[in-house]
């Protein structure tokens, strides 16, 4: 896996509270969430760093439901062990031209 196709955890860490609810709604349907779990992140003005130091707790604290926060938990995770991929949008030529 080439690391030029990485989210690290240096990449999110800049995220200003917008660049970070744009990611994640990008990744919202893989994530399974909804508006208002993204409400959530916007009303408490999450931004990237932050969101790599939340916790499960402090998001039910503030609204989530379980399910939800423990999925951004674990994609949080994940981004800081640089298992998260960027999704790259390519034309893809057929292989029998």
């Keep these: 896996m080439s690391t030029s196709n990485m989210i690290t955890e240096e990449m999110v860490r800049k995220y200003n ?18 508006e208002d779990d993204l409400e959530i992140i916007r009303r408490e ?12 707790d402090r998001l039910i604290y503030h609204g989530m439901k379980l399910g939800p926060a423990m999925t951004l938990i674990e994609f949080a995770n994940d981004i800081k062990e640089c298992k ?8 893809k030529i057929p292989s029998n031209i």
């Excluded at 609810?21 to 893989?30: G, I, P, Q, V």
């Excluded at 998260?84 to 034309?91: A, D, E, G, H, T």
């Design 17 to 34: 509270k917008s660049e970070l609810l744009d990611f994640l709604r990008k990744e919202k349907n893989s994530l399974e969430l909804d």
């Design 45 to 56: 003005k999450i931004n990237g760093r932050n969101f790599l130091k939340v916790n499960v």
């Design 84 to 91: 998260v991929q960027r999704k790259i949008l390519s034309n």
